[in-house]
């Protein structure tokens, strides 16, 4: 699992259980460890969780799952040693934990987390036995032997076992993107803790051994259900707590509107991680910054009148922590809802999590409306002429952006339409039944996996880069592929729109054996602030054909509409004038929101 940036400036093999691929960069190999390197590891966890009793930490918690090194020693899948003393996949796992017991005493809680399966074979069938990069793993640990080995570990010493399913090479299942459901592990946990209580596995402590939940349980309702019913001891959360670390005490109050729910994107978190930054979070523009960023917006030293325009996330952001710092706040919205690009985003169903975050956007502005001197002024287009006679003390132009035109023969026909205004108008597609989608980043993705999944169309996908989704989270990307695969949606790449006519449109697609297959998820996208050395370069052959089409759909992206704030400008509309979200550069919910809150902040 050695990260790719560390890989290239080491110049030293990683290491694993047997002879492995790299993930990141599968043409660099992981060498076996020595049984005398494993040994010390096994002594060295115990010395750790010795030193971590020392310093008064609570437990030690054992990372036995998705493939990391724990998870390699003690899975067939990636340990196929023929000698030596770990050449059973349970030895070096239950040796860990003995050592760790040794160290630790009796009462110490020694927790371990685990994958029932890598369900490697469960989710790519027929191709790990046909793909090379897939072929080696395919005789992962099957659900059986994960329980006895947990009944084994039981016996060793540990107190507390967290479940769920997946490794890398199926990332959307450890961690589960938007387009997974909520509680998706739970009949997991619920078949682990059957299996301990008929057969009555007890800890050391000769308790039965709790099993805690994990996965998309940032919903107290369900989160509470599951334990009620018995699927599940504990409930574990990850990012929802990222979104709001007032979660639990939220829920425990009954507060749970004011739950800033996750949304599942991963940008903030797992891709910053990726790209070598510091776990943020979309939703939250203090996560990872607390002790530089204050709890409560500090009040302004003098309460000043400022318009915002646009309320998508970046502008309600903006609003709401402006009017907090006793600013007066009026909030001007086109649309008759507020969320912006939001509200086209939400419309599919794997998209229910943004529709929560609507929902909470929403209460919070009425919230704030309610107690802070905030003015929301829904269809309402405003022009710089009227915020100069208003005379405000300053402004933010969160406007956003307009979506990129197809520049290709055909593009104005009646049948070429944007994916954003077809979530909102779906009945669009009701008499279509070929589709193709333009553009493979996440909106055109979406757009194709709504339009096959929802609405039962054949849709073709073409993307003029070598891969779909490039630069989105690896798990996110990963998953929407393999569900697109799933719904027959086909896939170009290197592909571009020549030419459109009633009934069909021409593609320029290059056929070269160099060009990516589209469908892999089990491989990663390195980001493009590492060079990888190692990569295959793409020859170009490039063919003319036709895909039947009866809809063509647009989603080539955005580009940002920045009229309103040059006009704010060139009339000089208030003394201060700020553009901030789409409208300064185009990204995600991520960026918005932590502008819309740096900019309130700072007003
Ligand atoms: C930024 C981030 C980093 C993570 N790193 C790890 C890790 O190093 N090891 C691990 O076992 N799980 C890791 N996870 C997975 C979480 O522990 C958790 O299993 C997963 O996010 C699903 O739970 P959730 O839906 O409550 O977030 C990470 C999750 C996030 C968001
Ligand atoms: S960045 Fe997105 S996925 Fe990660 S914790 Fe925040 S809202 Fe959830």
Excluded at 274 to 302: Q, S
Excluded at 310 to 338: C, F
Aim: overall charge neutral; aromatic content about 6%; some cysteine.
């Amino acid at each position: 699992m050695g990260v790719p940036l560390s890989l290239l400036t080491k110049h030293r093999l990683p290491v694993s259980a047997s002879w492995n691929p790299n993930f990141y960069i599968p043409a660099v190999p992981s060498r076996p460890l020595s049984d005398r390197e494993c040994k010390r590891i096994i002594r060295d966890a115990g010395q750790a969780s010795a030193d971590a009793k020392a310093m008064n930490i609570d437990g030690v918690y054992l990372h036995g799952h998705e493939g990391y090194l724990l998870e390699q020693m003690t899975n067939p899948a990636f340990n196929r040693r023929i000698l030596g003393h770990f050449t059973d996949w349970q030895t070096f796992g239950l040796e860990i934990v003995r050592e760790i017991r040794k160290r630790v005493a009796a009462d110490y809680p020694i927790m371990y987390r685990i994958d029932l399966s890598l369900a490697l074979n469960a989710t790519y069938g027929e191709r790990m036995a046909k793909i090379a990069a897939l072929r080696k793993f395919r005789h992962e640990r099957q659900a059986d032997e994960t329980l006895q080995y947990m009944a084994n570990l039981v016996k060793e010493g540990v107190d507390l076992f967290d479940v769920d399913l997946g490794c890398y090479e199926n990332w959307w299942l450890p961690h589960p993107p938007n387009t997974v459901p909520s509680g998706v592990f739970l009949p997991v946990s619920r078949l682990v803790k059957q299996f301990f209580a008929e057969n009555d596995i007890r800890s050391n402590a000769g308790l039965p051994v709790p099993v805690v939940a994990v996965g998309k349980l940032g919903y107290p309702d369900l989160a509470e259900k599951a334990l009620r019913d018995g699927m599940c001891d504990m409930i574990m959360l990850a990012r929802p707590l990222l979104a709001d670390p007032e979660w639990a005490n939220k829920a425990y109050a009954g507060r749970v509107g004011e739950i800033c729910p996750c949304i599942g994107d991963q940008e903030a978190c797992m891709n910053e991680l990726y790209r070598g930054g510091h776990v943020k979070c979309a939703v939250n523009p203090r996560t990872g910054l607390e002790d530089v960023v204050p709890r409560e917006v500090a009040a302004a030293a003098k309460p000043r009148r400022i318009a915002v325009v646009g309320a998508g996330p970046g502008g309600i952001l903006a609003a709401i922590t402006a009017a907090k710092r006793g600013h007066k706040v009026i909030l001007y919205e086109a649309h008759g809802r507020l969320g912006g690009w939001l509200v086209p985003g939400s419309v599919p169903r794997t998209k229910y999590e943004i529709g929560n975050y609507l929902v909470y956007l929403e209460g919070q502005m009425e919230r704030c409306s309610r107690e802070h001197d905030l003015t929301v002024r829904l269809n309402t287009s405003v022009t710089a002429e009227l915020l100069k006679s208003e005379n405000f003390d300053a402004l933010v132009v969160s406007t956003g952006a307009q979506p990129v035109r197809l520049a290709v023969e055909g593009a104005e026909l009646p049948h070429v339409v944007q994916a954003v205004d077809l979530f909102l108008h779906p009945e669009w597609a009701k008499d279509a039944h070929d589709v193709t989608v333009v553009g493979g980043g996440t909106v055109g993705c979406e757009a194709a996996h709504w339009l096959a999944a929802e609405h039962g169309k054949q849709v073709s996908l073409v993307e003029m880069l070598p891969h779909f989704m490039k630069n989105v989270c690896t798990a996110n990307r990963g998953h929407m592929i393999h569900e697109l695969e799933r719904r027959g949606v086909k896939l170009f790449n290197c592909a571009r729109p020549t030419s459109i006519r009633p009934g069909e449109v021409t593609i320029a697609r290059n056929i070269s054996s160099t060009v990516p297959d589209p469908y892999i998820t089990w491989a990663p996208i390195l980001p493009d602030n590492i060079p990888n050395s190692l990569a295959r370069a793409i020859r170009e052959e490039i063919v003319e054909e036709s895909l039947k089409a009866d809809l063509i759909v647009v989603a080539a992206g955005l580009r940002a509409d920045h009229s309103l704030f040059d006009a704010c400008q060139a009339q000089n509309a208030a003394s201060e004038i700020s553009c901030i979200g789409d409208n300064f550069r185009i990204g995600h919910v991520f960026e918005a929101v932590e502008a819309g809150f740096n900019i309130g902040r700072s007003l």
